[in-house]
């Protein structure tokens, strides 16, 4: 594979390159043959003097000694979130048995040059959730970060409009023209399937085949349907239990139970003792619903079938668990990796097409998490973060007819199924497979890579829906009852 090794200028006209580098962002597992370099693009692509940027790009050899000549790009969600680290696994990745495979940071995160880092907002994040924190104080403790992460970064020389889905999506096209690939497969998950949403309607030349795990539409208004979704994913899963024999045996009425405990300690939040691990004092923590429901989000797909098990603990009193997740907050705020990143694209592509009155009657909609707000940001947070609305056409479903392969966890409520089955009315040649009792981003789920299969599969022949032994195998999870 071939690309320019130099940084080009021609008048006024930048021209992407990818510079190979030896110093690696992490130690790559020995045998694994890989090319890791830089492409350097405009930060704001809509700006003449924008200045250059740099975003970190590990190009992986397939294991076949005879690959197929389309890669895979692979990019992860958030946003936020870092490719990067999955540079260290590259031999659980069934991806590489057929061809290369490549990782690309998106502009803004923790490897890429730039990092929009929040130190201010974990901070804010860690103090709001003390025992002794004033909740009267939470939205100026919040704004006064904002504005302290916006105010430093900007200093820096950094342009907050620079960083959206279209960016990082012109990114990648910049990444396929200097590497000289004629045609390539999208492999992405939860947030970056906007990005591959946006290739689709904009770049669609040289894309082959798309998978998309976890979608969010462009369409769907994430802030309006979060908290819905979250009580109906909870009751899907409660409902399971009630119609397994087994499980409504050990937790009868559980659903109803659970729900009247929420709705319980909305009202009168639950009071709990909990010794400081720093200090050793009893810090007292004040649970409502909101705080309560976490049993079921803090659950991953690998430990989903524990979750009925824990909701009766808390019920007969015993909330060991919970202590235990709340001494977890006395420790010290990260960094806040990616916030900066987060803020730009939230604020720019979510924040301008929400329906407020939409969003504060979701607050109180359900008596259980009563309080609870479905917005990502507050509006007034955007407001500070002071970035360009997006374009309506980013708030307009995609048409394509190139092959593209949904996966949905049946249990998933950040990116609930229903997305995806919705998405294959304009998505006209694509397939949609259904992971029960799984949870987000199914392809990621190290315990069982039949979703991984599934995808590998579907690259391997796209124009067919993915049949794996493995898929036909996987039911409900057994819940535990002792």
């Known amino acids: 594979m071939s690309f320019s090794l130099c940084y080009c200028q021609k008048g006024d006209v930048f021209k992407p390159t990818f510079q190979a580098s030896e110093q690696t962002t992490h130690n790559i597992r020995k045998g694994q043959e890989y090319t890791f370099g830089y492409l350097?693009?405009?930060?704001?692509?809509?700006?003449?003097?924008?200045?250059?940027?740099?975003?970190p790009v590990y190009i992986f050899k397939s294991r076949n000694p005879n690959p197929k000549p389309d890669p895979i790009i692979y990019t992860v969600g958030g946003p936020g979130s870092s490719t990067m680290p999955s540079a260290q696994y590259m031999?659980?990745?069934?991806?590489?048995?057929?061809?290369?495979?490549?990782?690309?940071?998106?502009?803004?995160?923790?490897?890429?040059?730039?990092?929009?880092?929040?130190?201010?907002?974990?901070?804010?994040?860690?103090?709001s959730n003390l025992p002794d924190f004033d909740s009267t104080k939470s939205d100026r403790?919040?704004?006064?970060?904002?504005?302290?992460?916006?105010?430093?970064?900007?200093?820096?020389?950094i342009d907050l409009n620079g960083y959206n889905t279209n960016e990082i999506a012109a990114d990648i096209h910049d990444l396929v023209e200097v590497l000289g690939i004629e045609k390539y497969n999208l492999l992405t998950i939860s947030?970056?399937?906007?990005?591959?949403?946006?290739?689709?309607?904009?770049?669609?030349?040289?894309?082959?085949?798309?998978?998309m795990d976890s979608p969010l539409p462009l369409e769907v208004s994430y802030d309006e349907e979060s908290v819905g979704n979250l009580m109906a994913a909870v009751d899907k899963?409660?409902?399971?239990?009630e119609n397994q024999e087994k499980c409504n045996e050990a937790y009868p009425d559980l659903k109803k139970r659970f729900h009247n405990f929420l709705i319980k300690v909305t009202g009168t939040p639950l009071e709990i003792e909990i010794k400081n691990p720093i200090n050793g004092n009893l810090e007292v923590f004040n649970l409502k619903g909101e705080d309560i429901i976490t049993v079921f989000t803090a659950a991953s797909t690998g430990n989903i079938s524990e979750v009925p098990f824990e909701i009766n603990k808390l019920l007969n009193g015993d909330l060991s668990s919970v202590d235990e997740n709340l001494t977890d907050l006395f420790d010290k705020p990260s960094g806040g990796t990616g916030i900066g990143m987060r803020l730009s694209v939230w604020c720019s592509e979510e924040?301008?097409?929400?329906?407020?009155?939409?969003?504060?009657?979701?607050?109180?909609?359900?008596?259980?998490?009563?309080?609870?707000?479905?917005?990502?940001?507050?509006?007034?947070?955007?407001?500070?973060?002071?970035?360009?609305?997006?374009s309506p056409l980013e708030n307009q479903a995609v048409l394509s007819d190139i092959p593209v392969l949904l996966i949905s966890g049946e249990y998933d409520n950040e990116t609930p199924p229903k997305w995806a089955i919705n998405m294959r009315k304009n998505l006209k040649n694509s397939h949609h497979l259904i992971f029960k009792g799984w949870k987000h981003t199914p392809t990621t789920n190290w315990g069982n890579q039949c979703a991984m299969q599934a995808a590998n599969d579907f690259f391997n022949n796209p124009g067919v829906k993915p049949h794996p032994d493995c898929f036909k195998k996987i039911g409900r999870p057994e819940f535990k009852t002792e």
């Open 237 to 241: 899963l409660l409902s399971d239990c």
């Open 191 to 211: 947030y970056s399937t906007k990005i591959a949403q946006v290739l689709l309607r904009d770049f669609p030349d040289g894309i082959r085949s798309v998978v």
């Open 91 to 127: 031999n659980y990745y069934k991806y590489l048995d057929d061809r290369d495979f490549i990782l690309v940071e998106q502009r803004g995160n923790y490897y890429a040059k730039p990092h929009l880092d929040c130190p201010e907002w974990s901070k804010a994040v860690y103090q």
């Open 141 to 157: 403790l919040f704004e006064q970060a904002a504005i302290a992460c916006r105010d430093r970064l900007s200093a820096k020389g």
């Open 351 to 390: 924040f301008p097409f929400n329906d407020e009155e939409i969003i504060n009657t979701e607050t109180y909609k359900y008596p259980e998490v009563s309080g609870l707000s479905p917005a990502v940001f507050d509006s007034e947070i955007c407001k500070i973060w002071g970035v360009k609305p997006a």
């Open 40 to 55: 350097e693009v405009k930060e704001n692509r809509n700006n003449p003097t924008s200045g250059m940027i740099k975003i």
